[in-house]
Structure formats: structure tokens, C-alpha cells
């Protein structure tokens, strides 16, 4: 596995010409990666991970510092699971001096967490399309999680006519419901507990339900809402104490 800091660098490791899967990531990786991580391995000559927490998609900066890091733990993920180029840049090689150069997204990217958090998919667009420019991938891969955040990189790349496929991986899920996030591992065991109102609340599969879920919970979301996600959704967004998770499912049919 080669890790290389610089976008110069990650252009002559893929000079060979292979076609590439890219798997994005903020590192503080779990076995949600690791899903994205064995299909991008199953399906391309050569998988690319980049790890760089993007500070342009978080909304509080206390958030931003919180956010949990160990490049150590995350460079052995990335190994066991046969990546073969690690893309981690400082945030100056991502953001040089006077950078001043955004994608706006609209669309897909109006409502429930564009809404919740101003700014968070101008963050997300252009980290991505950086990311796209710079490994030229045939595939990247993302989680159904993050549903709204897919289908605002598809429009993406609809829209600016980009030579990438995005593929979309199910949510991986504790036996206890919970889907895997970044951010469980700052969850306190009560906090945790109370968390599962999330999923409990998704399984109705009705948002006025959802609601009464997560309220007999003692939980107050910042949506509950429907929403076509690659099929209409519903989808979710709480915070259990300081720490704030995102959910949905599918209500019919499959994702495009």
C-alpha cells in the first residue's frame, strides 16, 4: 500500500493507467468502510482511499475538533482490506492559500441537511469534485447513510457531465439497529441507549410515528421528514447530547 500527501503524488501512483475505484473518507473508519472498501476491491483494478477530515463540510467548528482521528488505526484498515493508493493531504494541499473556488449544489441538496447545516454540501460537492479531478476514478463509492449526500453527488456528477459512477452501499447496522457512524464512538453508553430511538423510529416506516418515537424517547430531532433520496426516504437527523447522528431508509423500491 503507498500513502502519499500531495496531489502530484497521487497522480504518478495511478500513472499506470489501471482503472480505479475511490472510496472518500474522513478516516475514523468502522465496518460501514469496510463495506465500501471490499466492494470497491471486488470491482476495480485498483482502489484508491483518501483520508482528510474536510473542515469546508462541517458547519461548528466544535464538531470539526471532535471529530475523532487515528491515522495509525485507519492506515491498518486500509491494508487489510487491499487499498492500494492512501490519498491523505494536509488541509493546504487541499485548500492552498487563497483557494476561493466552490460548487454550490442546488437540488438535492435543498432541505433536511441542507437546511440543518448551511454550507455542509458546498463542502461536500467540492471536496468531491477535487477528489474526482485529481484520481480520475471509474467508481467512487459512498454509504446509503448518507442518502441526501448521494444524491447530491449524483446530480453532481449528472449535471457537470463527469466520467465517474457513483455506487451506492448499504447501510451497515449493529445487531442492535444502530447504523455505523464515525461519531458512535463519542456516544456514552446511556447516550448510546438512547440512540436506538433512531432506528426504532425509521422501522415504522411514517414520519408522524417517527416522531412519537423519538419523542417518548426524550429525543428532539432537527428533521423527520419523506423525502425522494433514489426513492422516497425517511430520514432522520438528532442529536442524542452533544453528539448528532443522521439515519433513513428506503420506503419502496430500490435506490437508482
Not at 503507498?2 to 468502522?30: N, S
Not at 471490499?38 to 484508491?48: D, F, I, K, P, Y
Not at 492500494?84 to 435543498?110: I, K, L
Request: proline share 6%.
Amino acid at each position: 500500500m503507498r500513502i502519499v500527501r500531495t496531489v502530484a503524488d497521487v497522480r504518478a501512483a495511478l500513472e499506470g493507467g489501471d482503472e480505479a475505484g475511490l472510496v472518500p473518507t474522513m478516516g475514523a473508519l468502522h465496518e460501514g468502510h469496510a463495506s465500501l472498501l471490499t466492494t470497491a476491491r471486488a470491482e476495480n483494478e485498483v482502489v484508491v482511499a483518501s483520508l482528510f477530515v474536510n473542515p469546508a463540510q462541517f458547519d461548528e467548528e466544535s464538531d470539526l475538533a471532535a471529530y475523532p482521528r487515528d491515522e495509525d488505526a485507519d492506515l491498518d484498515a486500509f491494508r487489510r482490506h487491499g487499498v492500494d493508493v492512501v490519498f491523505a493531504p494536509a488541509r493546504e494541499e487541499m485548500y492552498a492559500p487563497g483557494f476561493a473556488t466552490w460548487v454550490e449544489p442546488a437540488g438535492a441538496a435543498v432541505g433536511l441537511e441542507g437546511d440543518a447545516r448551511p454550507g455542509h454540501f458546498r463542502g461536500v460537492a467540492t471536496i468531491c469534485l477535487k477528489l474526482f479531478n485529481i484520481v480520475r476514478p471509474a467508481r467512487a463509492y459512498f454509504g446509503r447513510k448518507d442518502a441526501q449526500q448521494v444524491a447530491v453527488l449524483k446530480q453532481l456528477v449528472r449535471d457537470l457531465d463527469l466520467d465517474v459512477e457513483i455506487r451506492v452501499v448499504d447501510t451497515v447496522r449493529d445487531p442492535d439497529g444502530l447504523a455505523l457512524s464515525s461519531r458512535n464512538a463519542l456516544l456514552t453508553p446511556e447516550a448510546r441507549e438512547t440512540a436506538l430511538a433512531i432506528p426504532r423510529a425509521l422501522a415504522t416506516h411514517d414520519a408522524a410515528r417517527a416522531h412519537a418515537v423519538l419523542a417518548d424517547a426524550g429525543v428532539e430531532p432537527d428533521y423527520v421528514a419523506v423525502a425522494d433520496l433514489d426513492g422516497p426516504t425517511l430520514a432522520i437527523a438528532a442529536r442524542i447530547g452533544p453528539i448528532r447522528l443522521i439515519d433513513n431508509v428506503l420506503l419502496e423500491g430500490d435506490p437508482a
